[in-house]
């Protein structure tokens, strides 16, 4: 058995300003759903939407917690003389689409931007905040991603015009977030609030005071296990700024999109669920293989990410290739996931005793849905090459 050396993290306390009641409501635990950007990108049209909401139904992935339809970006057309933003060809009737998606019983979310423009190029909310969160609301939108893309040209602009003051940017891209957080506010309408602005200027720190439920932390995923693991492993010592309301976002799932091997996207869903991170799902929802299924709607999987404690969990060793992260849950357990980056098989430990059971604990394998029994002291693992074993720990 190769060793881990331990580094300690130590976990600080920070006073974390309140969360709204609007924010608790809407997103108590990380939200769920699908999304059209992972696999349809700029050629998504109203009938993928709707046979994405019938299939989330059939599927199983509504009753499992997956519940937004989001919309991403390339649904927009041209704004007419009195700056109503229509819907392109693609997508004849947005109301009805939020209509069709609702009768599913599930929610609807679109996507625009602080800029002028999306980042594929289509019309923003720039000057047309109110207008557009008003129109949105009329549409039945429960959900709004709200994309940095062309703002970053204005933020570049205003670094230029003030070089004495090192916040210009920061602070005229948190004034467009709160512009928009508070047009959203103002349609009486419940609509979740995601930042996507690629974690600049740390967006965790403010996110909740322009009115945002989460809010990316990093630029985009792609469904390669070299990006997933760049993005994940990252998101250690974030954990102190979630919780009920207030959400980091490590970017949508890319289970089922064929590019990764099942050991790599267990590892993709473990890091998620542990991250309590928002889970919307990306893939193509007519082609999931048993697998891609038994991945996403793993059910002690999901319950760790929608844990009612709302914790996210962070690392707690890192030796080389090897990471131990854990996740506290309600009750008194915890979840721990032993991760293998390498390409070989490889022992991964984690030490009950350290992780509060000193008198031993039950372990719970999640991906064998096998019950491992009473351990006591330092549990090992063989963890195939990229792979993870994903444990729930309980007295
Ligand atoms: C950015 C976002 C992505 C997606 C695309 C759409 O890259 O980070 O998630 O929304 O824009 O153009």
Redesign the pocket.
């Given at each position: 058995m190769r060793s881990l050396m331990r580094i300690l993290v130590l976990s600080c306390s920070v006073a974390v300003s309140a969360v709204p009641a609007i924010s608790q409501q809407l997103a108590s635990t990380p939200p769920m759903g699908w999304n059209s950007?992972n696999h349809f990108a700029e050629h998504v049209t109203d009938a993928d939407v709707r046979s994405a909401a019938d299939m989330l139904v059939s599927t199983g992935m509504r009753d499992a917690g997956y519940i937004y339809v989001n919309v991403?970006?390339?649904w927009q057309g041209k704004r007419d003389a009195q700056g109503v933003l229509h819907p392109n060809e693609r997508f004849p009737d947005m109301k009805a689409l939020g209509d069709y998606i609702h009768s599913k019983g599930l929610k609807f979310g679109i996507?625009s931007s602080p800029g002028p423009k999306?980042?594929?190029g289509y019309e923003g909310s720039l000057d047309h905040e109110a207008q557009d969160a008003k129109m949105y609301a009329e549409w039945g939108v429960d959900f709004l991603?709200y994309?940095l893309?062309s703002f970053q040209d204005m933020m570049k602009k205003a670094k230029a015009d003030h070089p004495n003051d090192p916040d210009a940017a920061k602070n005229l891209m948190i004034a467009a977030y709160k512009k928009m957080g508070d047009a959203l506010k103002a349609t009486g309408r419940p609509i979740l609030y995601s930042l996507?602005q690629?974690g600049v200027d740390q967006p965790w720190k403010w996110g909740p005071s322009v009115g945002a439920q989460m809010w990316?932390t990093t630029?985009?995923i792609d469904d390669s296990y070299g990006r997933m693991i760049a993005i994940g492993f990252s998101q250690a010592g974030l954990a102190k700024y979630a919780g009920p309301g207030r959400w980091n976002d490590p970017?949508?799932l890319e289970v089922g999109n064929g590019k990764m091997t099942t050991d790599e996207y267990k590892t993709h869903m473990s890091l998620w669920v542990l991250l309590a991170a928002p889970l919307l799902a990306g893939n193509d929802l007519s082609k999931m293989s048993e697998t891609d299924k038994s991945i996403l709607m793993n059910k002690e999987a999901v319950a760790i990410d929608q844990d009612p404690l709302g914790k996210q969990g962070d690392r707690l060793y890192q030796s080389g290739d090897l990471d131990v992260w854990t996740k506290p849950l309600s009750g008194g357990r915890v979840a721990v996931g032993l991760f293998n980056r390498s390409w070989d098989n490889r022992d991964v430990s984690v030490d009950l005793a350290e992780i509060g059971f000193k008198n031993g604990a039950n372990l719970r394998d999640v991906w064998k849905r096998t019950d491992l029994g009473l351990h006591t002291g330092v549990f090992t693992d063989t963890i195939p090459k990229h792979g993870v074993t994903l444990l729930i720990v309980s007295k």
């Open positions: 950007w991403d970006d390339t996507y999306t980042c594929g991603k994309d893309c996507c690629y990316r630029d985009d970017d949508m």
